[in-house]
């Protein structure tokens, strides 16, 4: 017989709607369970009850499936099936085994009240027996759900459940017979339990989203546990009387819950107003950590939008952005390791990531005598969506470094290109241990690059001035990119060695023109104050520095690089994250910002345009400065043209079939300039022919086209066998010594009163999210 356990998302509490790919929940997050392929309706249901806490014979539960009817790659179209016996269940089960696509089963629970008479009494018996199955609760929150026969000796130690059955066999003989058939079948169910283990408690009103009239308790001190627990997840204060038969909100809303004690010694709710209608004390990240744990171990790719959904659905209220990140943080870092630990998790994470997404990976670590351990390096990844959209941006790659802290101090290396709107495309990344971060591995980071991501012709490399890099993409190996130094760092380079503030303003000045007379202008007042200066520039080639001199726009005007830091600060300014985690939210960020880009192409491209926003916008301001300007053809070929501006002062000359303007917009930009728009006007053709293709709104809207496919749960992770057991870097498996703990704080303050100097220098022209060409 089959034994396989198959992963069911439960979803209840919410409705189901009709989306362009079929039925979809909506109100609600998912509750996860695996279950054996082969289970019979019956005892699902049974189990259902106890997860939802709706009790059999007060509530009954309708189940749909979401059933795959349309595959065909990249496309999967789902109808509804209702779960109607056992043949639909196993069809139901049987989907992730004949749909490669297809990870999981998901159910929707449509749950209707059921009038009966006896139905307290049945909550009464349910929720005695499941204090012992509570019993079984293990450290990792699977709960097995099995119950003995009726007929337990009285002598039995479960002295427990024969006192229920009696209670049952008192108030309905049909239902002790009901109960004893079900009780012969089995059903173990894992539940990722987000209630803090120390408030595990032993009834059905433990998942309940709401208390409500009737329900019972075994006495006093499990009634107190209750509202404790209810009070605790929603974040509100209460006030009870002295002999505990009233609970009121202790700021006064309409809270109010009163209980009477049963004959059978219980305490029953009586009286009930709620839910709070109160804001709820300040709620803070610890808190939610243990509150979301299950939710993220269960799905690892939930967002900070499908978080804030479940708080605000479950407790009824919502927290800050920076709350919940922190939340989310901390809770990841509970389930994926510490600092330490997580080193050894590292390669189930990059395998589920790769088995899931189709990831591109390669390894670099030092092997111990055993070689099924090993010392970890170095890790490179790059995500298929990516690979794929970097077809249509520019064939222009930016590459920059993050600081990662704690125990272990690495750095994160990221490669990016530009979409058509400027914005940063992350491409591909590696994290290299601080100390071994050398030739080497920038050698074996372009490598990577080349081999595994991207075989593109002419492409462009804008990096910092590390000595490292710079010999590397010196080698033969390295000649696949023309290399670009970016200006900001070589802004900071030259202050370091000169601490003038005035000659630094004039080199980013010499750098970011576009007209070259322009350029020299600034290099001679450099030369003037410092000829060696002058001399330490003239070592670097202006074509690698300045746009002016930007041979072929390789660059496309992208100055700096620094762009990279700031997008993925967020990780630098949390510190000692783990490795898992920070390569986990990376994957967050990315998935969040494909469907972001993808989803609102509204606000980044007009659809009823060709181009790019940006570029219809520097059109407007074009169009308006070429009416001034008087254009003079220079040939009768009509491909050269003198264009001059209207006070007569400025004059540049436009050759057409070169692309070509002496202002030098039109070639660095790939946008025609004023000019160019002035002689298009004069020869009454289109000027949006001169456009650059990766401009085009199609190009942006295909570098986003590809979806990124969730986390499966962390008990799902395949297993890495081709990876040796990982430890932290420098140590072993028999003595793995902490190192010495140098935080962010105490690294940046070595270097952090320079940066300020030198920063003081750029304050005044701060690097835009998307690069400006400057208007004629």
Sequence with gaps: MDTRKVPVFCYWNGCIKDGPDGPYYEGSSPRVIRVESKIKLSTLLDGLHRLTGFVRGKFHIDLIGRYPSIVQQPMVKYMRLPIVDDCSLETMLEVPSYNSSVNNVEFYLEIKPVVSDRSLLANHATR?????????????????????????????????????????????????????????????????????????LS?????????????????????????????????????????????????????????????????????????HTCQPADVGSDFLAGEIQGLIKAQPSLSIADLFAWVKGDFGYTV?????????????????GDLDKSFSVLPKLMAALCSSNKMVLDWQYDSFPDPKDASFRSVFWAFQQSIEGFSHCRPLIIVDTVDLSGNHPAKLLVAAGRDAESRIFPLAFAIITQESLSADNWRW??????????QRNGLCLITSLNPDIVAVVKEPECQWAQHRFCLRHLCYKFYDVFSNNLMTE?????????????????????????PDARKWLDEIPLHQWALAHDDGGLRYGIRTTNIIYRTYDFINKALDLPITTCILLIFDHLAELFKFRRGHP?????????????VMTHFEAYKVASTTHNVLPLDFTREKFEVTHQDGKLSFVVHRSDRLCTCGNWQLHKIPCSHVIAVCRRLNIDHMQYVDDFYRTE??????????????????????????????????????????????????????????????????????????????
């Design 128 to 200: 005695k027996r499941s204090r012992q199955e509570d019993a079984n609760v293990d450290a990792h929150g699977n709960v097995s759900m099995r119950n003995t026969t009726q007929r337990s000796p009285p002598e039995d130690k479960n002295d427990g459940r024969v006192k229920d059955e009696k209670i049952m066999d008192d108030g309905n003989n049909e239902a002790v017979e009901k109960d004893s058939k079900m009780k012969k079948l089995s059903l173990t169910i894992d539940l990722c339990v987000s209630v803090p283990k120390q408030m595990i």
């Design 203 to 275: 009834s059905t009103w433990l998942d309940e989203r709401e208390l409500h009239v009737g329900m019972v308790f075994g006495d006093k001190d499990e009634l107190v546990k209750a509202v404790k627990l209810y009070s605790d997840r929603r974040q509100r204060k209460y006030r009870a009387d002295e002999c505990l038969s009233t609970f009121q909100c202790s700021r006064g809303c309409i809270w109010v819950l009163k209980v009477a004690e049963t004959k059978s010694n219980g305490f029953k709710i009586t009286e009930y107003s709620g839910p």
């Design 320 to 336: 800050s952005h920076s709350i919940m990140s922190d939340a989310k943080k901390k809770a990841t870092v509970a389930i994926l």
């Design 445 to 454: 980071f372009f490598a990577c690059i080349r081999e595994k991501v991207t």
């Design 506 to 530: 004039f080199v980013f000045k010499a750098g970011t023109t576009t007209y070259e007379p322009l350029c020299d202008y600034y290099l001679a007042k450099i030369e003037g104050m410092n």
């Design 602 to 614: 509204g606000e980044s491209l007009n659809g009823k345009d060709l181009y790019a926003e940006q």
């Design 699 to 776: 190009n942006f809207l295909a570098v986003y086209a590809t979806d990124f496919n969730p986390l499966p749960g962390v008990a799902d992770w395949p297993e890495a066998s081709q990876v040796p057991r990982l430890f932290p870097p420098g140590s072993s498996p028999i003595s793995a010594e902490p190192r010495r703990k140098v935080t962010g704080e105490k690294r940046r303050s070595k270097t952090g009163k320079k940066k300020k100097e030198r920063s003081e220098v750029l304050k005044t022209e701060p690097e835009p999210n998307r690069e400006d060409v400057s208007v004629c």
